[in-house]
């Protein structure tokens, strides 16, 4: 479960970035958040594996059949916190000069010693758990290519990879899909639902339509206030409460998307 309630962060200059954003992600959800650029979308992320600290408000969250608020624990406790925190980023974040295996090993690094990191490494049921978590994302095939070779949606299943490899005790996905065609948006979606069955799921997102299909549920922030939180099929009117004029900019690109993937092999 990740509770938030009432965040609220305030910049130097006076503006107020979040006004009280609340809500609830259980096991078995899958929550995408929407909003105009700016909303304050990515700052609530950030909150939610300590990276912003807010003025005021709390994330509770379970890991390990105990609960943390993310906001008041220490340092130390933090950085242990985050190793059952899987992410999932639009830029990947992965070493392109190593193998697919090795960058999905990564995601356990801060859970063995530094000694061990240094002078031996993971060992072979490690190695093997790695590609079980490779299975799942259909790269298990492509373990011992270097990810500089790999496309923009095969870079996106080795992160997922990644994250599920940490076994992880929720999952946040920052804007995963931004960079991606509307053919392989479509298979990272799907790979990510399942995952929602096992540990809440909570991620930022620009595709209305996508969110529609793939998230049981979606949240919108609009000037750092959370305006909606219900069924992830919006409306028209919705959508242009929750937009405003970036609607119109958000339909052209999905056109415009929809062409060139008409026209595109699926990686």
């Keep these: 479960m990740i509770q938030v309630k009432n965040l609220s962060k305030t910049l130097k200059n006076g503006h107020k970035v979040l006004d009280g ?10 929550v995408g ?11 609530t992320i950030r909150c939610l594996n300590g ?4 003025d005021s408000g709390e994330v509770i969250i379970d890991i390990g059949n105990k609960q943390y608020d993310i906001c008041k624990v220490s340092k130390k406790e ?8 899987g992410l999932i980023f639009q830029g990947y974040h992965l070493v392109k000069r190593s193998s697919v295996l090795e960058n999905v090993l990564i995601g356990k690094l801060g859970q063995i010693s530094t000694l061990r990191s240094i002078f031996f ?3 072979d049921a490690e190695a093997a758990e790695a590609i079980k978590a490779l299975e799942r994302v ?12 790999l496309s923009g949606g095969e870079m996106q299943r080795v992160a997922i990879a990644r994250a599920l490899f940490q076994s992880p005790g929720f999952l946040i996905a920052d804007e995963p899909i ?7 948006s479509h298979i990272i979606m799907k790979m990510i639902k399942p995952l929602s069955e096992n540990i809440p799921v909570i991620g930022v997102f620009h595709q209305p339509e996508l969110t529609a299909k793939y998230c049981t549920r979606v949240i919108a922030i609009k000037e750092g206030k959370l305006i909606y939180d219900g069924d992830p099929k919006l409306t028209n009117q919705q ?6 004029e970036e609607l119109n900019q958000l339909q052209e690109e999905l056109i415009v998307s929809n062409e060139i993937s008409n026209h595109a092999p699926v990686e």
Excluded: H
């Design 239 to 244: 959508l242009v409460e929750i937009y405003g």
């Design 33 to 43: 958040i929407l909003g105009p650029s700016g909303a304050g979308k990515t700052l």
């Design 138 to 149: 259909n790269m298990q095939s492509k373990a011992g290519r270097l990810v500089a070779g």
């Design 78 to 85: 933090l950085r242990q916190i985050r190793q059952k925190i």
């Design 21 to 30: 954003i609340s809500f609830t992600v259980n096991k078995g959800e899958f």
């Design 51 to 54: 990276l912003l600290k807010p």
């Design 178 to 184: 931004s960079n991606l065609d509307p053919s392989n």
């Design 121 to 123: 490494g993971f060992n």
